[in-house]
């Protein structure tokens, strides 16, 4: 028997040349440059998965050919909440707005807060005149839907749920642009998945 002995710096031997490869669904032989099965029409290479059903779709998609995932709009979401988690999003009511709106002596004092970070939203409310702190805090893929509510002078926001939160988070008084700025932001944070 005639035994290869390789010295430090030789090459190693050359892998012969590919032949047909296999299809990792249906198990088919397949082109080594194919992009999809023959067999079964799976995709062989330049996929991705779909983070909402988990099926294969192309690299180059815009949706989900399966369930219709937007990936432009989660890619989206992704950008915001990079920026959110950096420098989270912070809104403070206006003393007489609440003071008006619910008719809240300590909401003149204590105004209420939003606060918005890249992974969860917190209200913060003050009770008997700043003795008790209320803080409700949602992920914000608990989301539902974000509503903008209009009044004479000032705006409010109520943010409504899938769960996850005793109630859907309501605040009055607030700002009507910096209002409608955070309804913007938070409307970019829902998604489909």
């Not at 190693?12 to 590919?18: R, V």
């Not at 294969?56 to 989900?64: G, L, M």
């Not at 937007?70 to 003393?95: I, K």
């Not at 970070?117 to 008790?132: A, K, M």
Request: proline share 7%.
């Amino acid at each position: 028997m005639d035994a290869q002995v390789h010295f430090p710096g030789d090459l190693p031997p050359e892998p012969e040349p590919a032949g047909p490869s296999r299809c990792p669904m249906c198990r088919g032989e397949v082109a080594p440059d194919a992009i999809r099965c023959q067999h079964c029409g799976d995709l062989l290479a330049h996929f991705k998965i779909c983070p909402r059903c988990a099926e294969k779709v192309h690299e180059d998609a815009q949706t989900c050919r399966h369930c219709g995932h937007d990936f432009e709009r989660e890619a989206e979401r992704r950008s915001v909440v990079r920026t959110l988690n950096a420098h989270p999003h912070r809104l403070v009511a206006n003393p007489f707005g609440v003071l008006f709106s619910e008719m809240s002596l300590t909401g003149l004092f204590f105004p209420p807060e939003l606060t918005v970070s890249g992974d969860e939203v917190q209200l913060t409310r003050w009770t008997l005149l700043g003795l008790r702190r209320l803080d409700q805090r949602i992920s914000t893929r608990k989301i539902a839907s974000v509503r903008y509510l209009s009044g004479i002078i000032w705006g409010g926001l109520m943010i409504e749920t899938f769960g996850g939160a005793l109630s859907d988070l309501v605040v009055h008084g607030l700002d009507k642009s910096k209002a409608t700025e955070t309804a913007r932001l938070l409307e970019q944070m829902i998604t489909d998945t």
